[in-house]
């Protein structure tokens, strides 16, 4: 068997990697787990808590995965944890889907040290320390070696990221281009059908859906298109799913 299977080849491992301030209970991650523990039972999904420190979080990710298959594992990552799903593509070669990526989130996130809640619950608290930026700096990796096993899932109406951003990071890979919608996906069940086909686990009606998917990235010409950054016009810190 070839080392890298096709995009169409079923996986049999899926691992998600959720967005700061976020966990497991995440609805995307939700919706995912239990659409394929009703449809595809023969899957693995891993979908662990990820500590703040970007370091900790991404050995974590590399941890669960390190004996899975390359040729059919995939790894989901939601804005943070697209960024961690970046890194761990580039290393493994395996295919991914990116969801609202945090393109440089070291950038983005520099402002917000200190103390913060819980999406899910706000009684719990991380802290976000001054060294995590440089971390986040560290696990930063280039283009992608092999952009076509990758899904970029981005919405126009994102109101945390710049969509136009994440179109030009992933040259060369699957864009499926939300108009509208927002950083946390909440349309997430209408474009299920296109995620699933990127892992080869489709069924019924591939296309069901499905707003555009290309490869062909949009160019950002003006100095006025550069995107605004993570959290830039925002009151305080979103709620990152």
């Known amino acids: ?111 917000h040290i200190g103390e913060h809640p819980v999406w899910h619950d706000p009684a719990e608290r991380i802290f976000f320390r001054p060294e995590y930026v440089d971390e986040l700096r560290a696990l930063a990796v280039g283009a992608l070696p092999h952009p076509e096993r990758a899904l970029l899932i981005a919405a126009t109406g994102d109101e945390v990221l710049d969509w136009r951003e994440m179109v030009a990071r992933y040259p060369g890979s699957h864009h499926h281009i939300v108009p509208g919608s927002d950083h946390a996906l909440s349309d997430f069940d209408a474009h299920l059908p296109v995620l699933l086909a990127h892992l080869g686990l489709a069924c019924g009606d591939r296309h069901a859906g499905r707003r555009r998917v290309s490869r062909q990235p949009t160019v950002l010409r003006r100095r006025r298109d550069l995107p605004r950054g993570l959290l830039d016009d925002a009151p305080d810190l979103p709620d990152i799913d």
């Open 1 to 111: 068997m070839d080392v890298h299977a096709s995009v169409t080849t079923p996986v049999t491992h899926v691992l998600y990697a959720h967005g700061f301030r976020s966990s497991p209970r995440s609805f995307k991650a939700q919706r995912l787990a239990a659409h394929l523990a009703a449809h595809h039972p023969q899957v693995h999904w891993a979908c662990p808590q990820l500590p703040a420190s970007p370091a900790e979080a991404f050995a974590l990710l590399e941890a669960t995965a390190a004996h899975w298959p390359t040729p059919t594992m995939a790894v989901v990552g939601s804005s943070l944890g697209g960024f961690y799903a970046t890194r761990l593509a580039a290393l493994r070669g395996c295919r991914a889907v990116l969801i609202n990526p945090a393109i440089d989130p070291a950038r983005d996130l520099a402002r």
